[in-house]
């Protein structure tokens, strides 16, 4: 048993004190370890960066550790007695991934506070969590999903884990919140808001319950005894991280319900979309997972060609199912959709990264985006999800509807997950083949192993659904859905590039590859302070732009750097790149059938 002790010893300084106690004998070289990335997030983090002033005691007489790299230290001379390693950590980043420590909250991931003794990795853990001492914190609470053992009813006290990794997946969250309970399938789930902001905690939870048991019912079972959403509103922000038995989301203000809210709001949709999606993973990534997840610790990168599988798949089913669990409205999907296919004909980079190498190298490309990740870099998140609706739609087409992803999800939780048993790299693409018992190694080829455009459109076609891409009409202007079909018309001519207003003016973000401001030679970072000697803000510039006659250039004046330059541009018409639906009723009944099938997920007639 090795027994931790965390308290957040100095709020103010945001630091907790953490301690680790374990038997030891003489001959026995210990070597203590901090994770290098936290599992659920693909980058290297180095959380041994925020260890402050480690020591090592042995029977009451300090002894010397030494450190062998950024996140290894090792005990020199033998102990014989009980090893007790005490150090601070410095806690301040309020991200879902991170720890973060003040006078208003505690919270923190295992992998940012718990060190990990080389070898003793089964051994069961124990840690104890302290409130901070003093007045001001007398009324805060504790949440968490670890296994309680001796608790106070504020929920301070002892708790336990089956094994290191165990303890690192439960995320805890201390303070005073909004929470509130409901049940799924007789398992109790727990919502709780880090906020003192009204909003509707009925609402959130009553829809929360309908989408979990949409999800309990895709994959048959729900493998817990207990869940939980830990939830932070923040200005603005967002982001969520996937646990065995919880989820950290954080979002803001304006995604919260309002009490009285009638028409779904879109923050509250996405708020909705992104908790679906995380439950998703408690199957899909937590309990059904790369083998080389099993196999690598979080000690340095593990590289795997499927996170398309595990966040695509999920993407795909996140807002999906919010409309089979009765959430959201048809056309609330398809305006979710048509945001996600935008977004893909918007990033030239789908030209240039397949899918299988966006999820290979998610490591340095995918989480360290800079300026000139659209051109470079496809998402495997979102190209994921539209591969894998591709993939369901292709399943229910070609099994003349009596299969679906559904059918093969299912699977893929009872031979992998419920079985606790690695997915090897193959072993997704070799499961759709032999649930549905259909070839499609070409379209995995196409799909996962080429730049080549999707077939969506086609796609589409065969449930009704017309997928139409237009010019857009406004920077703002993402797709949607249309009642009729529209009518194609050319492009008002733009810059090729994305714009944040700033206050001397625009500042260039990112620069398209094929658009106007790169041929003219602009770059991302240079901000637009006057065109033709006017200054403008965005609505006014493209409006100007539109007004020009074709083939005129335009004079853009930028500063880059200290250095006031002007370039002469010529816009181009902007390309047809957003995506709306058109959902006709005058279609034949096959066509209606299936996509009534699809959008509801009642099939599976064989
Ligand atoms: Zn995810």
């Given at each position: 048993m090795i027994r931790?002790?965390?308290?957040?010893?100095?709020?103010?300084?945001?630091?907790?004190?953490?301690?680790?106690?374990?038997?030891a004998s003489k001959g026995n070289a210990f070597e203590l370890h901090m994770p290098a990335w936290i599992r659920g997030s693909y980058m290297v983090r180095d959380f041994a960066r925020h260890i402050l002033s480690l020591k090592g005691v042995c029977q009451g007489a300090t002894v010397d550790l030494e450190k062998l790299d950024k996140q290894t230290w090792k005990l020199i001379a033998p102990c014989d007695g009980t090893l007790v390693v005490s150090y601070q950590v410095y806690a301040?980043?309020?991200?879902?991934?991170?720890?973060?420590?003040?006078?208003?909250?505690?919270y923190f991931n295992g992998p940012c506070v718990f060190l990990g003794v080389a070898g003793k990795d089964q051994e069961p853990c124990e840690v104890i969590i302290k409130r901070p001492a003093g007045e001001r914190y007398t009324q805060w609470t504790l949440a968490t999903t670890l296994p309680a053992r001796h608790v106070d009813n504020q929920g301070f006290g002892r708790y336990v884990a089956d094994n290191y990794e165990a303890l690192l997946d439960h995320p805890v969250e201390m303070g005073l919140f909004q929470e509130a309970a409901f049940e799924v399938g007789g398992v109790p789930h727990r919502f709780v808001a880090n906020t003192n902001q009204s909003f509707d905690l009925q609402r959130i939870c009553a829809d929360l319950k309908k989408i979990c048991q949409t999800e309990v019912d895709l994959f048959g079972e729900l493998p817990l005894s207990q869940y939980m959403f830990l939830l932070w509103v923040v200005g603005s922000g967002y982001g969520?991280?996937?646990?065995?038995?919880?989820?950290?989301?954080?979002?803001?203000?304006?995604?919260?319900?309002?009490?009285?809210?009638?028409?779904?709001?879109s923050g509250y949709r996405r708020l909705l979309g992104l908790c679906s999606h995380e439950y998703f993973h408690l199957w899909n990534v937590k309990r059904i997972r790369p083998e080389v997840f099993n196999q690598q610790g979080t000690a340095r990168e593990v590289h795997t060609r499927q996170l398309w599988v595990f966040e695509g798949v999920t993407s795909y089913y996140d807002e999906l199912l919010l409309l089979r669990s009765g959430v959201i409205e048809t056309k609330d999907y398809f305006e979710m959709l048509a945001e996600a296919v935008t977004r893909l004909h918007r990033a030239p980079g789908r030209f240039r990264q397949t899918l299988e190498e966006s999820s290979f190298d998610a490591w340095t490309k995918f989480y360290k985006q800079d300026e000139n990740a659209p051109n470079a870099i496809v998402s495997y998140y979102l190209k994921g999800a539209l591969v894998a609706l591709l993939l369901d739609l292709a399943i229910r087409l070609r099994s003349e509807g009596r299969l679906s992803l559904d059918r093969v999800m299912r699977e893929f939780w009872h031979r992998f997950g419920k079985?606790?048993?690695?997915?090897?790299?193959?072993?997704?693409?070799q499961l759709v083949e032999e649930v549905t018992g259909?070839?499609?190694?070409?379209?995995?080829?196409?799909?996962l192993r080429t730049t080549d455009e999707l077939p969506l459109?086609?796609?589409?076609?065969?449930?009704?659904?017309?997928?139409?891409?237009?010019?857009?009409?406004?920077?703002?202007?993402?797709?949607?859905?249309?009642?009729?079909?529209?009518?194609?018309?050319?492009?008002?001519?733009?810059?090729?590039?994305?714009?944040?207003?700033?206050?001397?003016?625009?500042?260039?973000?990112?620069?398209?590859?094929?658009?106007?401001?790169?041929?003219?030679?602009?770059?991302?970072?240079?901000?637009?302070?006057?065109?033709?000697?006017?200054?403008?803000?965005?609505?006014?510039?493209?409006?100007?732009?539109?007004?020009?006659?074709?083939?005129?250039?335009?004079?853009?004046?930028?500063?880059?750097?200290?250095?006031?330059?002007?370039?002469?541009?010529?816009?181009?018409?902007?390309?047809?790149?957003?995506?709306?639906?058109?959902?006709?009723?005058?279609?034949?009944?096959?066509?209606?059938?299936?996509?009534?099938?699809?959008?509801?997920?009642?099939?599976?007639?064989?």
């Open positions: 931790y002790s965390i308290v957040p010893e100095s709020p103010a300084a945001h630091r907790f004190e953490v301690s680790l106690q374990l038997p301040w980043d309020l991200s879902v991934r991170g720890a973060h420590l003040d006078v208003t909250h505690g969520g991280l996937e646990h065995r038995d919880s989820t950290s989301l954080m979002i803001g203000r304006d995604s919260l319900p309002f009490k009285g809210m009638q028409k779904i709001s079985t606790d048993t690695g997915v090897t790299e193959s072993a997704f693409e259909l070839n499609f190694s070409s379209e995995f080829d196409l799909w459109a086609e796609a589409f076609k065969e449930f009704g659904v017309e997928l139409h891409l237009l010019p857009a009409k406004s920077h703002s202007d993402l797709g949607g859905v249309v009642d009729a079909r529209p009518e194609i018309e050319g492009g008002k001519p733009v810059l090729g590039a994305k714009l944040e207003p700033r206050p001397s003016g625009l500042l260039l973000l990112q620069v398209f590859d094929g658009g106007a401001a790169q041929a003219a030679g602009l770059s991302a970072g240079d901000e637009i302070v006057a065109v033709d000697g006017l200054r403008m803000e965005q609505p006014a510039l493209e409006a100007y732009l539109s007004q020009q006659p074709a083939e005129s250039l335009v004079h853009v004046h930028v500063f880059r750097g200290d250095e006031l330059m002007t370039f002469k541009v010529a816009p181009l018409p902007a390309p047809a790149d957003t995506c709306w639906f058109f959902l006709s009723e005058d279609i034949d009944a096959a066509h209606l059938q299936r996509r009534t099938e699809w959008l509801s997920g009642h099939v599976d007639r064989g």
